[in-house]
């Protein structure tokens, strides 16, 4: 049977969760679309060539005449946690853009419903599933890098004053956040899930140096510390001249070198390991070139979920992987406004802390 599948909020993300459900239309009934501007409910459905794909601008009303098995939230972010509970408290399975929440306290809210309710809850972090980045994760499993010592994550994007204007909520700290949360938190989660998830401590700047329209940051420098004694980098901004450069992951081990790069981090460009016969068979293998930087994630990170709902598991990237994400972004804030270390785990941390940061 297929699950019956609503998308609530038709904006900028929307087409790729179309597409997404479009491509496991053997698994997913698209029942619904929701959002305030019809225009964009249209727009989101015009390569859907089915007129019985309901239309709602409430989403709680659409949970209640719906009834949807799975729904996928794709709002400004400052609104995941309240429509994503609402969500689960309907009874539907989730997955919810990133970042998954802009407190801990609205994580953990919405991972303790899932689990209370047996419910599937997913961070669309799609990027992990990237073949580059499933290749480079076989071999972290696998131990190819021998001991990790240390990560970077780079960043380098261009937003500029339009892309804001087009939706007010972004780069406010109520609704949003800053380069860091928004642009750069797929790869902050890459180098944190590659380097072991155990991070300990987080020192950091962070500035508005080139977009004085918005509230939150548009440079961010990190430096993470692991309880396995690896060390992670971090280096994101939305100031690139004159469009995007590259996101590019590296990691360093005793026994492997590697760097994931393109656009967002699509493509393997150095695979460097003892007793590798064909790294150049590995890097044309492994890397692809989307069309823009959301890449091609979203299909298979919808696979995991349909497969996860079905197995009565926890989605690859659940709840918890999505709370770390957060976490860690909201670690770099604190630690840049206090000008001082972190120290990891936090227990509570919102955006709203930082109010005025830049002001
Ligand atoms: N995974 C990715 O690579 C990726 C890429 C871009 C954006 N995002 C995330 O997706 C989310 C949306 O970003 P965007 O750029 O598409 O934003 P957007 O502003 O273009 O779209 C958001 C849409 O949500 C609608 N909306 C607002 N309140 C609603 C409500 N109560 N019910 C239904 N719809 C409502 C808005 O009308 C708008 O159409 C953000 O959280 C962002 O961080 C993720």
Known sequence: MKLRYALIGCGRIAPNHI??????????ELAAVCDPHPERMEAV????????????????????TVRPDLCAVATESGLHAAIGLDCLQAGCHLIVEK??????????????LAEQKGLVLCACHQNRFNKSIQKIRAAVEAGAFGTLLHGAAHIRWARNEAYYRQAPWRGTWAQ????????????????????????????AYTDRLAHPYIQAEDLGL??????NGAYGLVEGTTNVFPNNLEETLYLFGTAGTVKAGGRSVNRIEEWRFAGETDPDGVKAAFSEDPPNVYGFGHTPLYADVIDAIGNHRPAAVDGRAGR?????????YRSAA????????????STLEFEGRFA
């Open 338 to 349: 206090l000008n001082a270390p972190v120290d990891l785990p936090l227990t509570d941390a």
């Open 222 to 227: 990190a430096v993470l510390k692991f309880g």
């Open 45 to 64: 459905l015009a390569p859907v060539q089915n007129p019985a794909v309901q239309r709602f601008t409430d989403y709680r009303r659409m949970l209640q």
């Open 19 to 28: 597409a997404a459900v479009l491509n496991h239309a053997d698994r997913l």
């Open 324 to 332: 770390r994400a957060l976490e860690t972004v909201l670690a770099i």
């Open 176 to 203: 949003d956040g800053g380069a860091l949360m928004n642009q750069c938190i797929h790869n902050i989660d890459l180098l944190r899930w590659m380097l072991g998830d155990d991070l300990t401590q987080v020192m």
């Open 99 to 112: 970042p998954i929440a802009l407190s801990l306290a609205d994580a953990d809210a919405m991972i303790a």
